[in-house]
């Protein structure tokens, strides 16, 4: 018996935050997903309390008004901005944006339920530098429901570090 439904593509998250690792990251997954011919889901986490966001250091927020854009309306600009700066205009694989409120902990492990692979950077921008892993991608590798790649800093392996 033959199956006239087409398979779903396999899916690899890649977990960003404007950092260069994640950048590293988000370079490395869309290469898996070229190869394994799957589809790149780009995710943001966001939080209103977070001393530093993927759209800058915290913000006096105003209460939003028509012409305000909202705090998930501008992360979700910069991740495009982003995905666009790194990949390209043509990245080569289908792209899925998500950007999702909340601690970035949680919204990657969320993100890696029914996903092939996950991918993030070693530290984000609130890494300590001779951190083997940042808090985020420690807590990814523990808890995430699917296989974990943790991205170097080319600049550390550059380093010898």
């Not at 988000?26 to 530093?52: D, H, K, N």
């Not at 991740?79 to 694989?93: A, N």
């Not at 601690?103 to 530290?123: K, M, N, W």
Request: with cysteine; charged share 25%.
């Amino acid at each position: 018996m033959t199956e006239n439904a087409t398979a779903p593509r396999p899916v690899i998250v890649a977990g960003v935050d404007g950092s260069p690792t994640s950048r590293e990251a988000l370079r490395w997954a869309a290469e898996e997903a070229r190869l394994r011919t799957a589809t790149l889901r780009v995710v943001c986490g966001w939080e209103w309390s977070s001393p530093f966001s993927l759209i800058g250091p915290a913000l006096e927020y105003a209460a939003p008004d028509a012409d305000t854009p909202s705090m998930e309306e501008l992360t979700r600009a910069k991740v495009e901005e982003l995905l666009t700066g790194t990949l390209g205009e043509e990245p080569g694989v289908p792209v899925e944006v998500r950007v999702v409120q909340g601690p970035a902990t949680r919204v990657l492990v969320d993100a890696s339920e029914g996903a092939t692979l996950i991918v993030v950077g070693t530290r984000g921008h609130s890494g300590i530098k001779g951190a083997v892993l940042g808090s985020v991608s420690r807590h990814v590798t523990q808890h995430a429901r699917c296989n974990v790649v943790v991205v170097r800093d080319s600049r550390d392996l550059a380093a010898g570090e």
